[in-house]
Every structure is written in structure tokens, then in C-alpha cells.
């Protein structure tokens, strides 16, 4: 059965510091690592992996995807308590089907 | 229209009743899932509909869950005789085209806000 682990499940940190969210990932055709950012409602996307070792990068985001060891990374440098939110790790598979792990909550004091 | 949109935003029911809640998505967008979300989980998949394809329901919990999608385009999830763990935020999300937007466009689910249901 696939499934997308994601750790911490929850994390406070003051800000100004950097947070590193982790994802680990058994998808069957696996073809994309995606990672959204949900505040209140609807997850916004941030950004979708497909290749191993290539870094993607907006402002304070990046992350990073090891297809060899089944893992991703969210790196986020200087919080900022607008970062704070769930963040959500998903894998798909060549069929298109999406499957998300549970998410971590990020909480940045200010 | 200009996003998903999901229908009503706010459902309250009693136990036992049937519910139906209402997806729109995206214009020409071919893929579209249903997601269930519990107070502070993750997104648990329900089912997932591509193009003309036989749906991909293997996230349903229950018979008591059904989905269809009329034309391609507005889904409807029916959940029977409810029960009080059926309350959670439903959440519908579309995809674009097969073949549109190149490899990497078509992985991308954008998200409608959600109905939140409560069972009492």
C-alpha cells in the first residue's frame, strides 16, 4: 500500500530560525514529490520533485528530492510567523493519483 | 470558472441522514479528486476521477461513501446513513489535462476551500 510519511507531525520554533520538514514516501510508479502549504483552508502549492538531487528554490523555500533513499526536504530559512501552517508532503504516481502524508504543523513564535 | 468551488461551504446533518456535497473544478481540468481532512490530520484520498477512465475509489472508507461525475466535470460525493466520525472539512481538488502544460504541469492539484461537515 502506498503511503507518504511526513515528520515532525508538529513543530514551534521562534523567528528567525530555519525548520527543516521531512518526507519519506513508498509510492508504486512514483513520479512526483509535491509540497503544499495550508493556512486555513484550501493547500496552496509550493513545489512539485521529480528529479533526485535537484534543488528547487522560492525566497526562504527550497527543497530537495532523494529518489534513491524514498525522501524529501522543506528547508524554510528566517521563519517568519506567516510561515506558520501545515505543511503537506504528497507523493504521484504515473497514474496521477495523489496520496499526502499527514502533514506537519508549524507554529513560529514571534 | 476561475478556480474549484465547492459547495455548501458548511454542512450540519443528523445522524443517519444522507449527505451530498458538490465539486466544481477547474475549466478543462480532466483529473479530479475528493480528499477527507480530520482536525488536525493529513488529506486521506477517497477517490480519484481522470478523463473517462474508471475511477480510482480504492480510498473510500465505507459503502456508505459514493462519488460520481456527471460529464466529465461536477462531482458529487453522497455519504449514507452519516455517522458522527464522518465529520471532518471534505476537500476537492482538480488537475489539468493529460498532455496540457507539459510533464511537470500535470501532477499540480489546485484545491477548492472545502466543505466542512458535522455530524451530530
Known amino acids: 500500500e502506498d503511503k507518504v510519511v511526513q515528520s515532525p507531525l508538529s513543530l514551534v520554533v521562534h523567528e528567525g530560525d530555519t525548520v527543516t520538514l521531512n518526507c519519506s514516501y513508498e509510492?508504486?510508479?512514483?513520479?512526483?514529490l509535491l509540497w503544499y502549504k495550508q493556512e486555513k483552508k484550501a493547500p496552496t502549492f509550493l513545489f512539485m520533485l521529480?528529479?533526485?538531487?535537484i534543488e528547487k528554490k522560492s525566497g526562504r523555500l527550497s527543497s530537495i528530492l532523494d529518489k534513491k533513499e524514498l525522501f524529501s526536504i522543506l528547508n524554510i530559512t528566517a521563519t517568519q510567523t506567516g510561515d506558520s501552517a501545515i505543511y503537506l508532503c504528497?507523493?504521484?504516481?504515473?497514474?496521477?493519483?495523489?496520496?499526502f502524508g499527514k502533514g506537519t504543523r508549524l507554529h513560529i513564535l514571534p | 470558472g476561475a478556480g474549484v468551488s465547492q459547495s455548501p461551504s458548511n454542512k450540519v446533518t443528523e445522524k443517519g441522514k444522507d449527505v451530498e456535497l458538490r465539486c466544481d473544478p477547474i475549466?478543462?481540468?480532466?483529473?479530479l479528486y475528493w480528499y477527507r481532512q480530520s482536525l488536525g490530520q493529513g488529506l486521506e484520498f477517497l477517490i480519484y476521477?481522470?478523463?473517462?477512465?474508471?475511477?480510482?475509489k480504492s480510498g473510500l472508507p465505507s459503502d456508505r461513501f459514493s462519488a460520481e461525475r456527471t460529464g466529465g466535470s461536477v462531482s458529487t460525493l453522497t455519504i449514507q446513513r452519516t455517522q458522527q466520525e464522518d465529520s471532518a472539512v471534505y476537500l476537492c481538488?482538480?488537475?489539468?489535462?493529460?498532455?496540457?502544460?507539459?510533464?511537470?504541469?500535470?501532477?499540480?492539484?489546485?484545491f477548492g476551500a472545502g466543505t466542512r461537515l458535522s455530524v451530530l
Open positions: 481538488a482538480s488537475s489539468p489535462r493529460r498532455g496540457t502544460g507539459g510533464y511537470q504541469a500535470k501532477n499540480i492539484q489546485y
Open positions: 504528497a507523493g504521484g504516481d504515473r497514474d496521477d493519483k495523489i496520496i
Open positions: 476521477f481522470q478523463g473517462n477512465s474508471a475511477p480510482d
Open positions: 475549466s478543462g481540468h480532466t483529473a
Open positions: 509510492v508504486t510508479n512514483f513520479r512526483s
Open positions: 521529480t528529479s533526485s538531487g
